[in-house]
């Protein structure tokens, strides 16, 4: 399990074996979140699965490890993610309005929406949360923005931290940072499998076999991010120490800085956060 990074003070992580969620949406995202859910201690049972008919909710839930359910479960559940698509939210949200009880927490993972838009249609259920998660949330190493409704509760926000804390870290930021986290996360694990990409196509074009050279760069990614978290080395601090006087690093980093690598990231992230602007009408 990793570490969960909040900047709130959390109180004990609730017990997760009683907790009854029912997943509205079990596809690339929302099956990622069950397989995190069932690892952070929701049992099989309590974790149902309502896709969009009997026979895809069946599929999903024997692939993930989960029940399939069917919308009466909404009803009976602590928890409700909503992992369907944007545009497929507008259709759902009656039914899980009719569904709310006092305290049924409501973790939508839909990109492109807002807290304030989820309101009205959730007929201004205090308990509303939205976690944004990327990817690498399917093998336990995800980044995942979590922004509460301002009356949510702190014991709802814990049990959704603790839904997640087998998902990768969890931040807890104000939603306006959401486009800046889009750059930084989001959209940006797809940023490093782009250069990762580059990396293996040249260690191939400087003689490596492909899967060597695809071993080799994913291992230096990996081991390269680890090393910086474990030392808490600054990053130039870290490319300092490879760098020897007059060396082959140093000769890198310069063809790097001549060929645009910092205007190219920060354009690719400012990019993507301006485009999540644009999208929320901003
Ligand atoms: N991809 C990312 O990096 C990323 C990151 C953060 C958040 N998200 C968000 O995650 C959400 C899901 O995206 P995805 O890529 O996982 O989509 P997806 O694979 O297409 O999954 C959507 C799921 O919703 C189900 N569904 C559709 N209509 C439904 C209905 N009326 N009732 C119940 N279930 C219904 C689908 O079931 P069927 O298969 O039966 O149709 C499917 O399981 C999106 O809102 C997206 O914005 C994605």
Redesign the pocket.
Known sequence: MNDTTTNETSSSAPDLADVRVTV???????GAFVRAMLSAGVTAQNLRI????EE?SQR?AEELGASAGTPEDLSGADVIVL????Y?LE??LPTVREALQEDTVVVC????TTLDSLAEPLGGHPQVLRA????PMAIGEGVTHLMASPDASEASKDLARALLSAAGIVVDLPEDKGHAMIGAA?SASAFVFTVVDAMIDEAVRQGLPRPEATRVILQTVKGASMLLQETGDHPAVARGKVMSPGGTTAEGIAALEEAGIRPALAAAMNAAAQKSRAMSGE
């Open positions: 509205l949406g079990a596809g690339n995202m929302g309502v896709n969009s008919s895809s999903a992992g369907v698509k944007p497929q259709s759902v993972i839909a990109a492109g944004m998660p990327n990817t989001g």
